[in-house]
T-cell receptor, first 116, second 113 residues
Framework: GAVVSQHPSRVICKSGTSVKIECRSL??????MFWYRQFPKKSLMLMAT?????????EQGVEKDKFLINHASLTLSTLTVTSAHPEDSSFYIC????????????FGSGTRLTVV | SQQGEEDPQALSIQEGENATMNCSYK?????LQWYRQNSGRGLVHLIL?????REKHSGRLRVTLDTSKKSSSLLITASRAADTASYFC?????????????FGKGTKLSVKP
């Protein structure tokens, strides 16, 4: 089946530094990947749609200069949280799909970011 | 924006009992999907039901969809302790061609052995 690998699973960083999160589709090519953010005991909120070879599409209220997305290949999208602040601490999850109507979306295992 | 709204927010049952979770949504959809999330982990796709389908089964799971009421239900039969997790419904408005999922707030299911 479709596998999406997300790395790292946990990261702790200091305020003001940048953190990169990787999302890879292991056994299929993904021209589009999605980045979500989940607050404790809350639902997932879409942050942006990552498009291979072009600019990402950000949801309203998401700062594109703060959350940099790069989708340089058909199997890799990266999310970089720049100049991180404690309020950026959250659970970030990526997803992609091979054939949505057959398999739904496949999610990475998520990244727990803690900014201290 | 929030689309699906699950009900109840939390559900606690004994092993062997059935668990029913409901989901309501607001706009037209192409399909509706149910996902499971174990604490601190990613989501696992459970089942997808298209807008022209009314019921679908997968193992111990049964999903219904009522587009006139904009609602769906997920039934887990003969529950097991391992079913303990959060369950989310998510609507796909574009059939995956360009869209993304809009998630509800989830139902936290606890199955006691």
């Amino acid at each position: 089946g479709a596998v999406v690998s997300q790395h790292p699973s946990r990261v702790i960083c200091k305020s003001g530094t940048s953190v990169k999160i990787e999302c890879r589709s292991l056994d299929f090519q993904a021209t589009t990947m999605f980045w979500y953010r989940q607050f404790p005991k809350k639902s997932l909120m879409l942050m942006a749609t990552s498009n291979e070879g072009s600019k990402a599409t950000y949801e309203q209220g998401v700062e594109k200069d703060k959350f940099l997305i790069n989708h340089a290949s058909l199997t890799l999208s990266t999310l970089t949280v720049t100049s991180a602040h404690p309020e950026d601490s959250s659970f970030y999850i990526c997803s992609a799909s091979r054939q949505v109507l057959l398999y739904g979306y496949t999610f990475g295992s998520g990244t727990r970011l803690t900014v201290v | 924006s929030q689309q699906g709204e699950e009900d109840p927010q939390a559900l606690s049952i004994q092993e062997g009992e059935n668990a029913t979770m409901n989901c309501s949504y607001k706009t037209s959809i192409n399909n509706l999907q149910w996902y499971r999330q174990n604490s601190g982990r990613g989501l696992v796709h459970l089942i997808l039901i298209r807008s022209n389908e009314r019921e679908k089964h997968s193992g111990r799971l049964r999903v219904t969809l009522d587009t006139s009421k904009k609602s769906s239900s997920l039934l887990i039969t003969a529950s097991r302790a391992a079913d303990t997790a959060s369950y989310f419904c998510a609507t796909d408005n574009y059939g995956g061609s360009q869209g993304n999922l809009i998630f509800g707030k989830g139902t936290k299911l606890s199955v006691k052995p």
